[in-house]
C-alpha cells in the first residue's frame, strides 16, 4: 500500500514578506491565483527591515508618518484579504531545477509553477556597545540615512557615519542636508571608496573624517547624545556630542538558502534580467532589496513586488492557453 503524502500544489508561492513579498501578494491574489505567502519565521525577515524602524515618513500616502510594523501589517491584512495564505514558517530550500518547483518549508512542502523570491537583505552592523535592540537601536543609531536622516532628532546637530567604502560616502553626503556637521569614523588612513566619492566627502565644508578611529561605545538617555571614539595607533579614547550613528558598511542579500541554483553577482543579490524581475531560472522571480543593492527603499521594493505579480501573471496565462 502506497502511503506516501500527496504534497500540496500552488500557482504561486512567495518567499519573504516585507513591501515587496506583500505587494506581490496582493496583485497576485487579486489575479486569482491564491498566492502562498512564507512570511518567515527564525530567519528575521518577517516583515522586513522596516519591522526594526520606528516612523517611516517617505512611503506615499502617510503626510503625518506611519510606524514600520503598522506600515507591515497594513500590507500583511490587505494581501490576506485578498486570499493570500500567510505562514509563518522558514523556507529551507526551493529546488530549482525542475517545474513544478519544489518549496520545503520547516514543516510542509509545496510545489508551486512560480515562485516570488523577497527575502530582502540585512544591514550590516557593528558590534559596539550601545548599538543593539534594547539599547540605542532606533533610537539614534541607524543604517539608513535616507530612510531615517531627515527625522528631527539629526535635525542641525553632530551624527557620525561608520564606513569607509562609497555607500558611508553617499550617506554622508545625504545627512549632510540635516545635520550640523557630519563625522565618518574610519579605522584605515585611507578611503575605500570610488576617487569621486571620496572627493566628494572629503572636499565637502560639513564632513569631517576621523582617520585610523573606530566607535568604541554609544551614550545617552533616552536617546543617543554622545558616542566615544578611539584612535586604533594610538589607543586614546575621546568622547565627543552625537545625536546619531549610522552604519555604513553594506548590506548582505537573503539569499543564501538558495545554493547555486540561481545566478547571483559577487556580493550575494540575485541577478534579474534589467528592466524585469526574472532570474536565471525560468519561472523564478526576484523582488525588492534580494536583487537590489542600489535603492534599497520600501516603495521601490513594493514597485518590484508588483512587477513579479504582473510578470507571473501574463506568464502563467500564456502557459495555460499553449495546447496541451
Aim: with cysteine; glycine share 10%; proline share 4%.
Amino acid at each position: 500500500m502506497d502511503t506516501k503524502k500527496e504534497i500540496e500544489e500552488r500557482k504561486v508561492i512567495i518567499i519573504g514578506s516585507g513591501p515587496a513579498g506583500y505587494t506581490a501578494a496582493i496583485y497576485a491574489a487579486r489575479a486569482m491565483l491564491r498566492p502562498l505567502l512564507f512570511e518567515g519565521f527564525m530567519s528575521g525577515i518577517a516583515g522586513g527591515q522596516l519591522m526594526t524602524t520606528t516612523d517611516v515618513e517617505n512611503f506615499p500616502g502617510f503626510p503625518e508618518a506611519i510606524s514600520g510594523p503598522e506600515l507591515m501589517a497594513k500590507m500583511r491584512q490587505q494581501a490576506e484579504r485578498f486570499g493570500t495564505e500567510v505562514v509563518t514558517e522558514d523556507v529551507l530550500s526551493v529546488d530549482c531545477s525542475k517545474r513544478p518547483f519544489l518549496v520545503t518549508s520547516s514543516s510542509r512542502e509545496v510545489v508551486a509553477h512560480a515562485v516570488i523570491i523577497a527575502t530582502g537583505a540585512m544591514a550590516k552592523r557593528l558590534d559596539i556597545k550601545g548599538t543593539s535592540e534594547g539599547e540605542f537601536w532606533q533610537k539614534g543609531v541607524s543604517a539608513c540615512a535616507v530612510c531615517d536622516g531627515a527625522l528631527p532628532i539629526f535635525r542641525n546637530k553632530d551624527v557620525y557615519v561608520v564606513g569607509g567604502g562609497d555607500s558611508a560616502m553617499e550617506e554622508s553626503m545625504y545627512l549632510t542636508r540635516y545635520a550640523s556637521r557630519v563625522f565618518i569614523v574610519h579605522r584605515r588612513d585611507a578611503l575605500r571608496a570610488s576617487k569621486i566619492m571620496a572627493d566628494r566627502a572629503l572636499h565637502h565644508p560639513k564632513i569631517t573624517v576621523l582617520w585610523d578611529s573606530i566607535v568604541e561605545e554609544v551614550n545617552g538617555d533616552t536617546l543617543v547624545r554622545s558616542v566615544t571614539i578611539k584612535n586604533v595607533k594610538t589607543g586614546a579614547l575621546e568622547t565627543r556630542p552625537a545625536s546619531g550613528l549610522f552604519f555604513a558598511v553594506g548590506h548582505v542579500p537573503n539569499s543564501g538558502f538558495l545554493g547555486p541554483q540561481i545566478d547571483l553577482d559577487h556580493n550575494g543579490y540575485i541577478k534579474v534580467v534589467p528592466g524585469s524581475c526574472r532570474t536565471s531560472v525560468p519561472g523564478i522571480y526576484a523582488a525588492g532589496d534580494v536583487q537590489d543593492h542600489v535603492y534599497r527603499q520600501a516603495v521601490t521594493a513594493a514597485g518590484t513586488g508588483c512587477m513579479a505579480a504582473l510578470e507571473i501573471e501574463r506568464e502563467l496565462a500564456a502557459l495555460e492557453s499553449l495546447p496541451k
